[in-house]
């Protein structure tokens, strides 16, 4: 069967989704991805070329579904609970004591996972929290996550995961905070629901802006697909949604000094993290 996609027209596609989200799309190793999607979307919708497929993304999909199917198909959400866990270490031992200290009593603090993906993330900062405990008996704190892809929300909300998914997890926490079921793991109902998710976007401003300010934000693993360009521009969204004295916590290959200078970089052990 001949593709509807040319090389010129991935170009095209190309270039409209990274004005729209950031990822850059590399020929050599996206093509073939994007130039099947396109075909098994056009059979779906009824249409019998890109320039049709590509008119409607644009200019006939006011609600967005479109562009939404775009974005589940090409995003990679690759995750796992407790990923790169000297990160939760340092937020419970270090930074939380620290904010807690600082902060007014019964002001809530707020963690952001900006992007969340299927949950992994989010959960295991829940999972830290309660099983250090002593901070959040003293002080609300509120867990939101947040991801470009539907999809992933859905599964996030629903708190079901795979063998692989938890593997990192400790045997002791998967069994006080997990059910076991035949298929994999369903998180308890102690814990499902303790983190906000919604569908957003790291490049639209006004809606990130309503999500409010946060005193720390997990941005690990987004980063990487994203240019400079676009990662100085979510750098300095996240720098305006942070509390004075926030802060970030990057994916073990993305460093902030690369990309703005607004940040004061600490190293607490082999960890480092990025304050406001
Ligand atoms: C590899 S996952 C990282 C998940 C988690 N933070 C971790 O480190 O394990 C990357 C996620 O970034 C999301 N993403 C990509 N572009 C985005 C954007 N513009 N706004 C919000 N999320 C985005 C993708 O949908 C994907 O789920």
């Known amino acids: 069967m001949s ?17 729209k989200s950031g990822i850059y799309l590399e020929e050599e190793k996206h093509f073939d991805k994007i130039s099947k999607y396109i075909d098994k979307r056009a059979q779906e919708i009824e249409v019998d070329s890109f320039r049709k497929y590509f008119f409607k993304l644009r200019f006939e999909d006011k609600e967005g579904s ?47 996972s900006s992007p969340s993906s299927t949950g992994e993330e989010p959960y295991s900062i829940v999972l830290h929290i309660v099983e250090e405990g002593k901070v959040v008996e003293e002080r609300d704190i509120e867990v939101v996550g947040i ?6 929300i859905k599964k996030a909300q629903a708190g079901f ?16 905070w997990f059910v076991k079921k035949p298929l994999g793991y369903q998180l308890g109902e102690d814990l499902l629901g303790s ?3 919604s569908v957003r ?5 006004a809606d990130m802006r309503k999500l409010g300010k946060f005193d720390v934000i997990f941005s690990r693993n987004m980063l990487i ?52």
């Not at 593709?3 to 004005?19: C, D």
């Not at 790169?84 to 007014?104: G, M, T, W, Y």
């Open 201 to 205: 976007n790291v490049f639209d401003k």
């Open 3 to 19: 593709r509807l996609l040319s090389k010129e027209n991935f170009i095209k596609i190309g270039e409209y989704i990274y004005r």
């Open 161 to 176: 995961y795979s063998d692989r998914s938890i593997h990192a997890i400790p045997k002791d926490i998967l069994h006080r």
């Open 195 to 197: 983190v906000d998710f």
């Open 225 to 276: 697909y994203f240019d400079d360009a676009s990662r100085k521009e979510v750098a300095m969204t996240f720098y305006d949604m942070l509390n004075p004295g926030g802060y970030v916590l990057l994916g073990h290959a993305e460093y902030m000094s690369r990309i703005v200078s607004v940040f004061k970089a600490k190293k607490v052990g082999d960890t480092l993290i990025y304050q406001k």
């Open 66 to 112: 479109e562009f939404q199917e775009l974005m589940n198909a090409i995003t990679v959400n690759e995750t796992y609970f407790f990923r790169e866990k000297n990160q939760f270490e340092v937020l419970v031992n270090s930074i939380l004591p620290e904010l807690h200290a600082s902060k007014p009593a019964g002001v809530p603090l707020r963690i952001l």
């Open 147 to 152: 991801d470009i892809d539907s999809t992933v």
